[in-house]
């Protein structure tokens, strides 16, 4: 697989919100970790991907987070970030690789909107393939120990539980407020769900999956947070959020960093 490596320093968001996060880029940039971009062919695309490494002894388990339904934004990067911190080795692909402007990325779009117009466009084969692309990349990285799990949120949520449903071998499956696949027959990793408990678009989906992934005899652990809306873990970081997703929030963190631990 070629890549070429270069070095720098969600109903998911508002226009303004997505694309002016100057409290998550302050962050990232207060980061003492090492963060990279890279380009992962994927077939005939290229992916450009947000890489954030931890500053551990041993080789690390590896998360591909996968965004919200506007892009790779800042928020998305600073959750690579923090599982960096907690020792992962953190992967976050920006979906509209070739899709915006000129055969841009998330970044190149004129305006929040557009992005999440691009998204909607997107075929699911294309963005399996990107997945895969970016699943094999990272977990054959020298630092890493062969252990992938993958992660989302709201859009990128759905596509992390479908992605469970064609990608064997993963370790586990982090669901952010996302729904499930109507087939989940070749599901093998865990997969543990966190929800808003005011997101009830989402939380209507959760009892056809639990059925769904039980007749099929797999793991799924749905976890609801009373009180948050859909975004939580976003709006929860966010200096202007509420106290109600904020502490979910933090829940949430610690039940995914506890599962993470486990793998």
């Known amino acids: 697989m070629m890549l070429k490596p270069r070095f720098v320093l969600g109903a998911c968001l508002t226009l303004s919100a997505a694309f002016a996060q100057d409290w998550a880029r302050?962050?990232?940039?207060?980061?003492p970790r090492h963060q990279e971009w890279v380009q992962v062919k994927a077939g005939a695309a290229t992916v450009h991907a947000f890489v954030v490494y931890p500053e551990v002894k041993q080789k690390a388990t590896s998360v591909v987070v996968i965004h919200e339904n506007q892009g790779l934004t800042d928020w998305v990067r600073t959750v690579a970030d923090e599982l960096a911190a907690h020792g992962y080795i953190?992967?976050?692909?920006?979906?509209?690789?070739?899709k915006a402007p000129n055969g841009g990325k998330t970044?190149?779009?004129p305006t929040a909107d557009a992005a999440r117009e691009?998204?909607?466009k997107l075929q699911p084969e294309?963005?399996?393939?990107?997945?895969h692309a970016v699943s094999d990349y990272v977990r054959t990285l020298p630092a890493a120990n062969g252990k992938v799990a993958v992660a989302g949120f709201c859009w990128g949520g759905s596509q992390t539980f479908r992605f469970a449903a064609v990608r064997p071998g993963?370790?586990?499956?982090?669901?952010?407020?996302?729904?499930?696949p109507d087939d989940v027959s070749a599901v093998t990793a865990p997969v543990y769900g966190f929800y808003g408990g005011a997101d009830a678009r989402v939380n209507a989906t959760i009892p056809k999956s639990e059925e769904l992934?039980?007749?099929a005899g797999k793991k799924y652990e749905p976890v609801i947070y009373e009180g948050a809306g859909h975004g939580f873990m976003r709006s929860g970081q966010d200096p202007a959020g509420s106290e109600v997703n904020r502490k979910a929030r933090s829940e949430a963190w610690k039940r995914w960093l506890a599962l993470?631990?486990?793998?």
């Open 26 to 31: 302050q962050q990232l940039e207060k980061s």
């Open 126 to 131: 294309e963005i399996t393939a990107a997945l």
């Open 260 to 263: 993470l631990a486990k793998l």
């Open 118 to 120: 691009a998204i909607y």
């Open 90 to 98: 953190a992967i976050a692909p920006d979906m509209l690789s070739g």
């Open 107 to 109: 970044s190149d779009f």
């Open 213 to 215: 992934m039980k007749a």
């Open 170 to 180: 993963l370790a586990a499956a982090f669901v952010f407020y996302g729904s499930g």
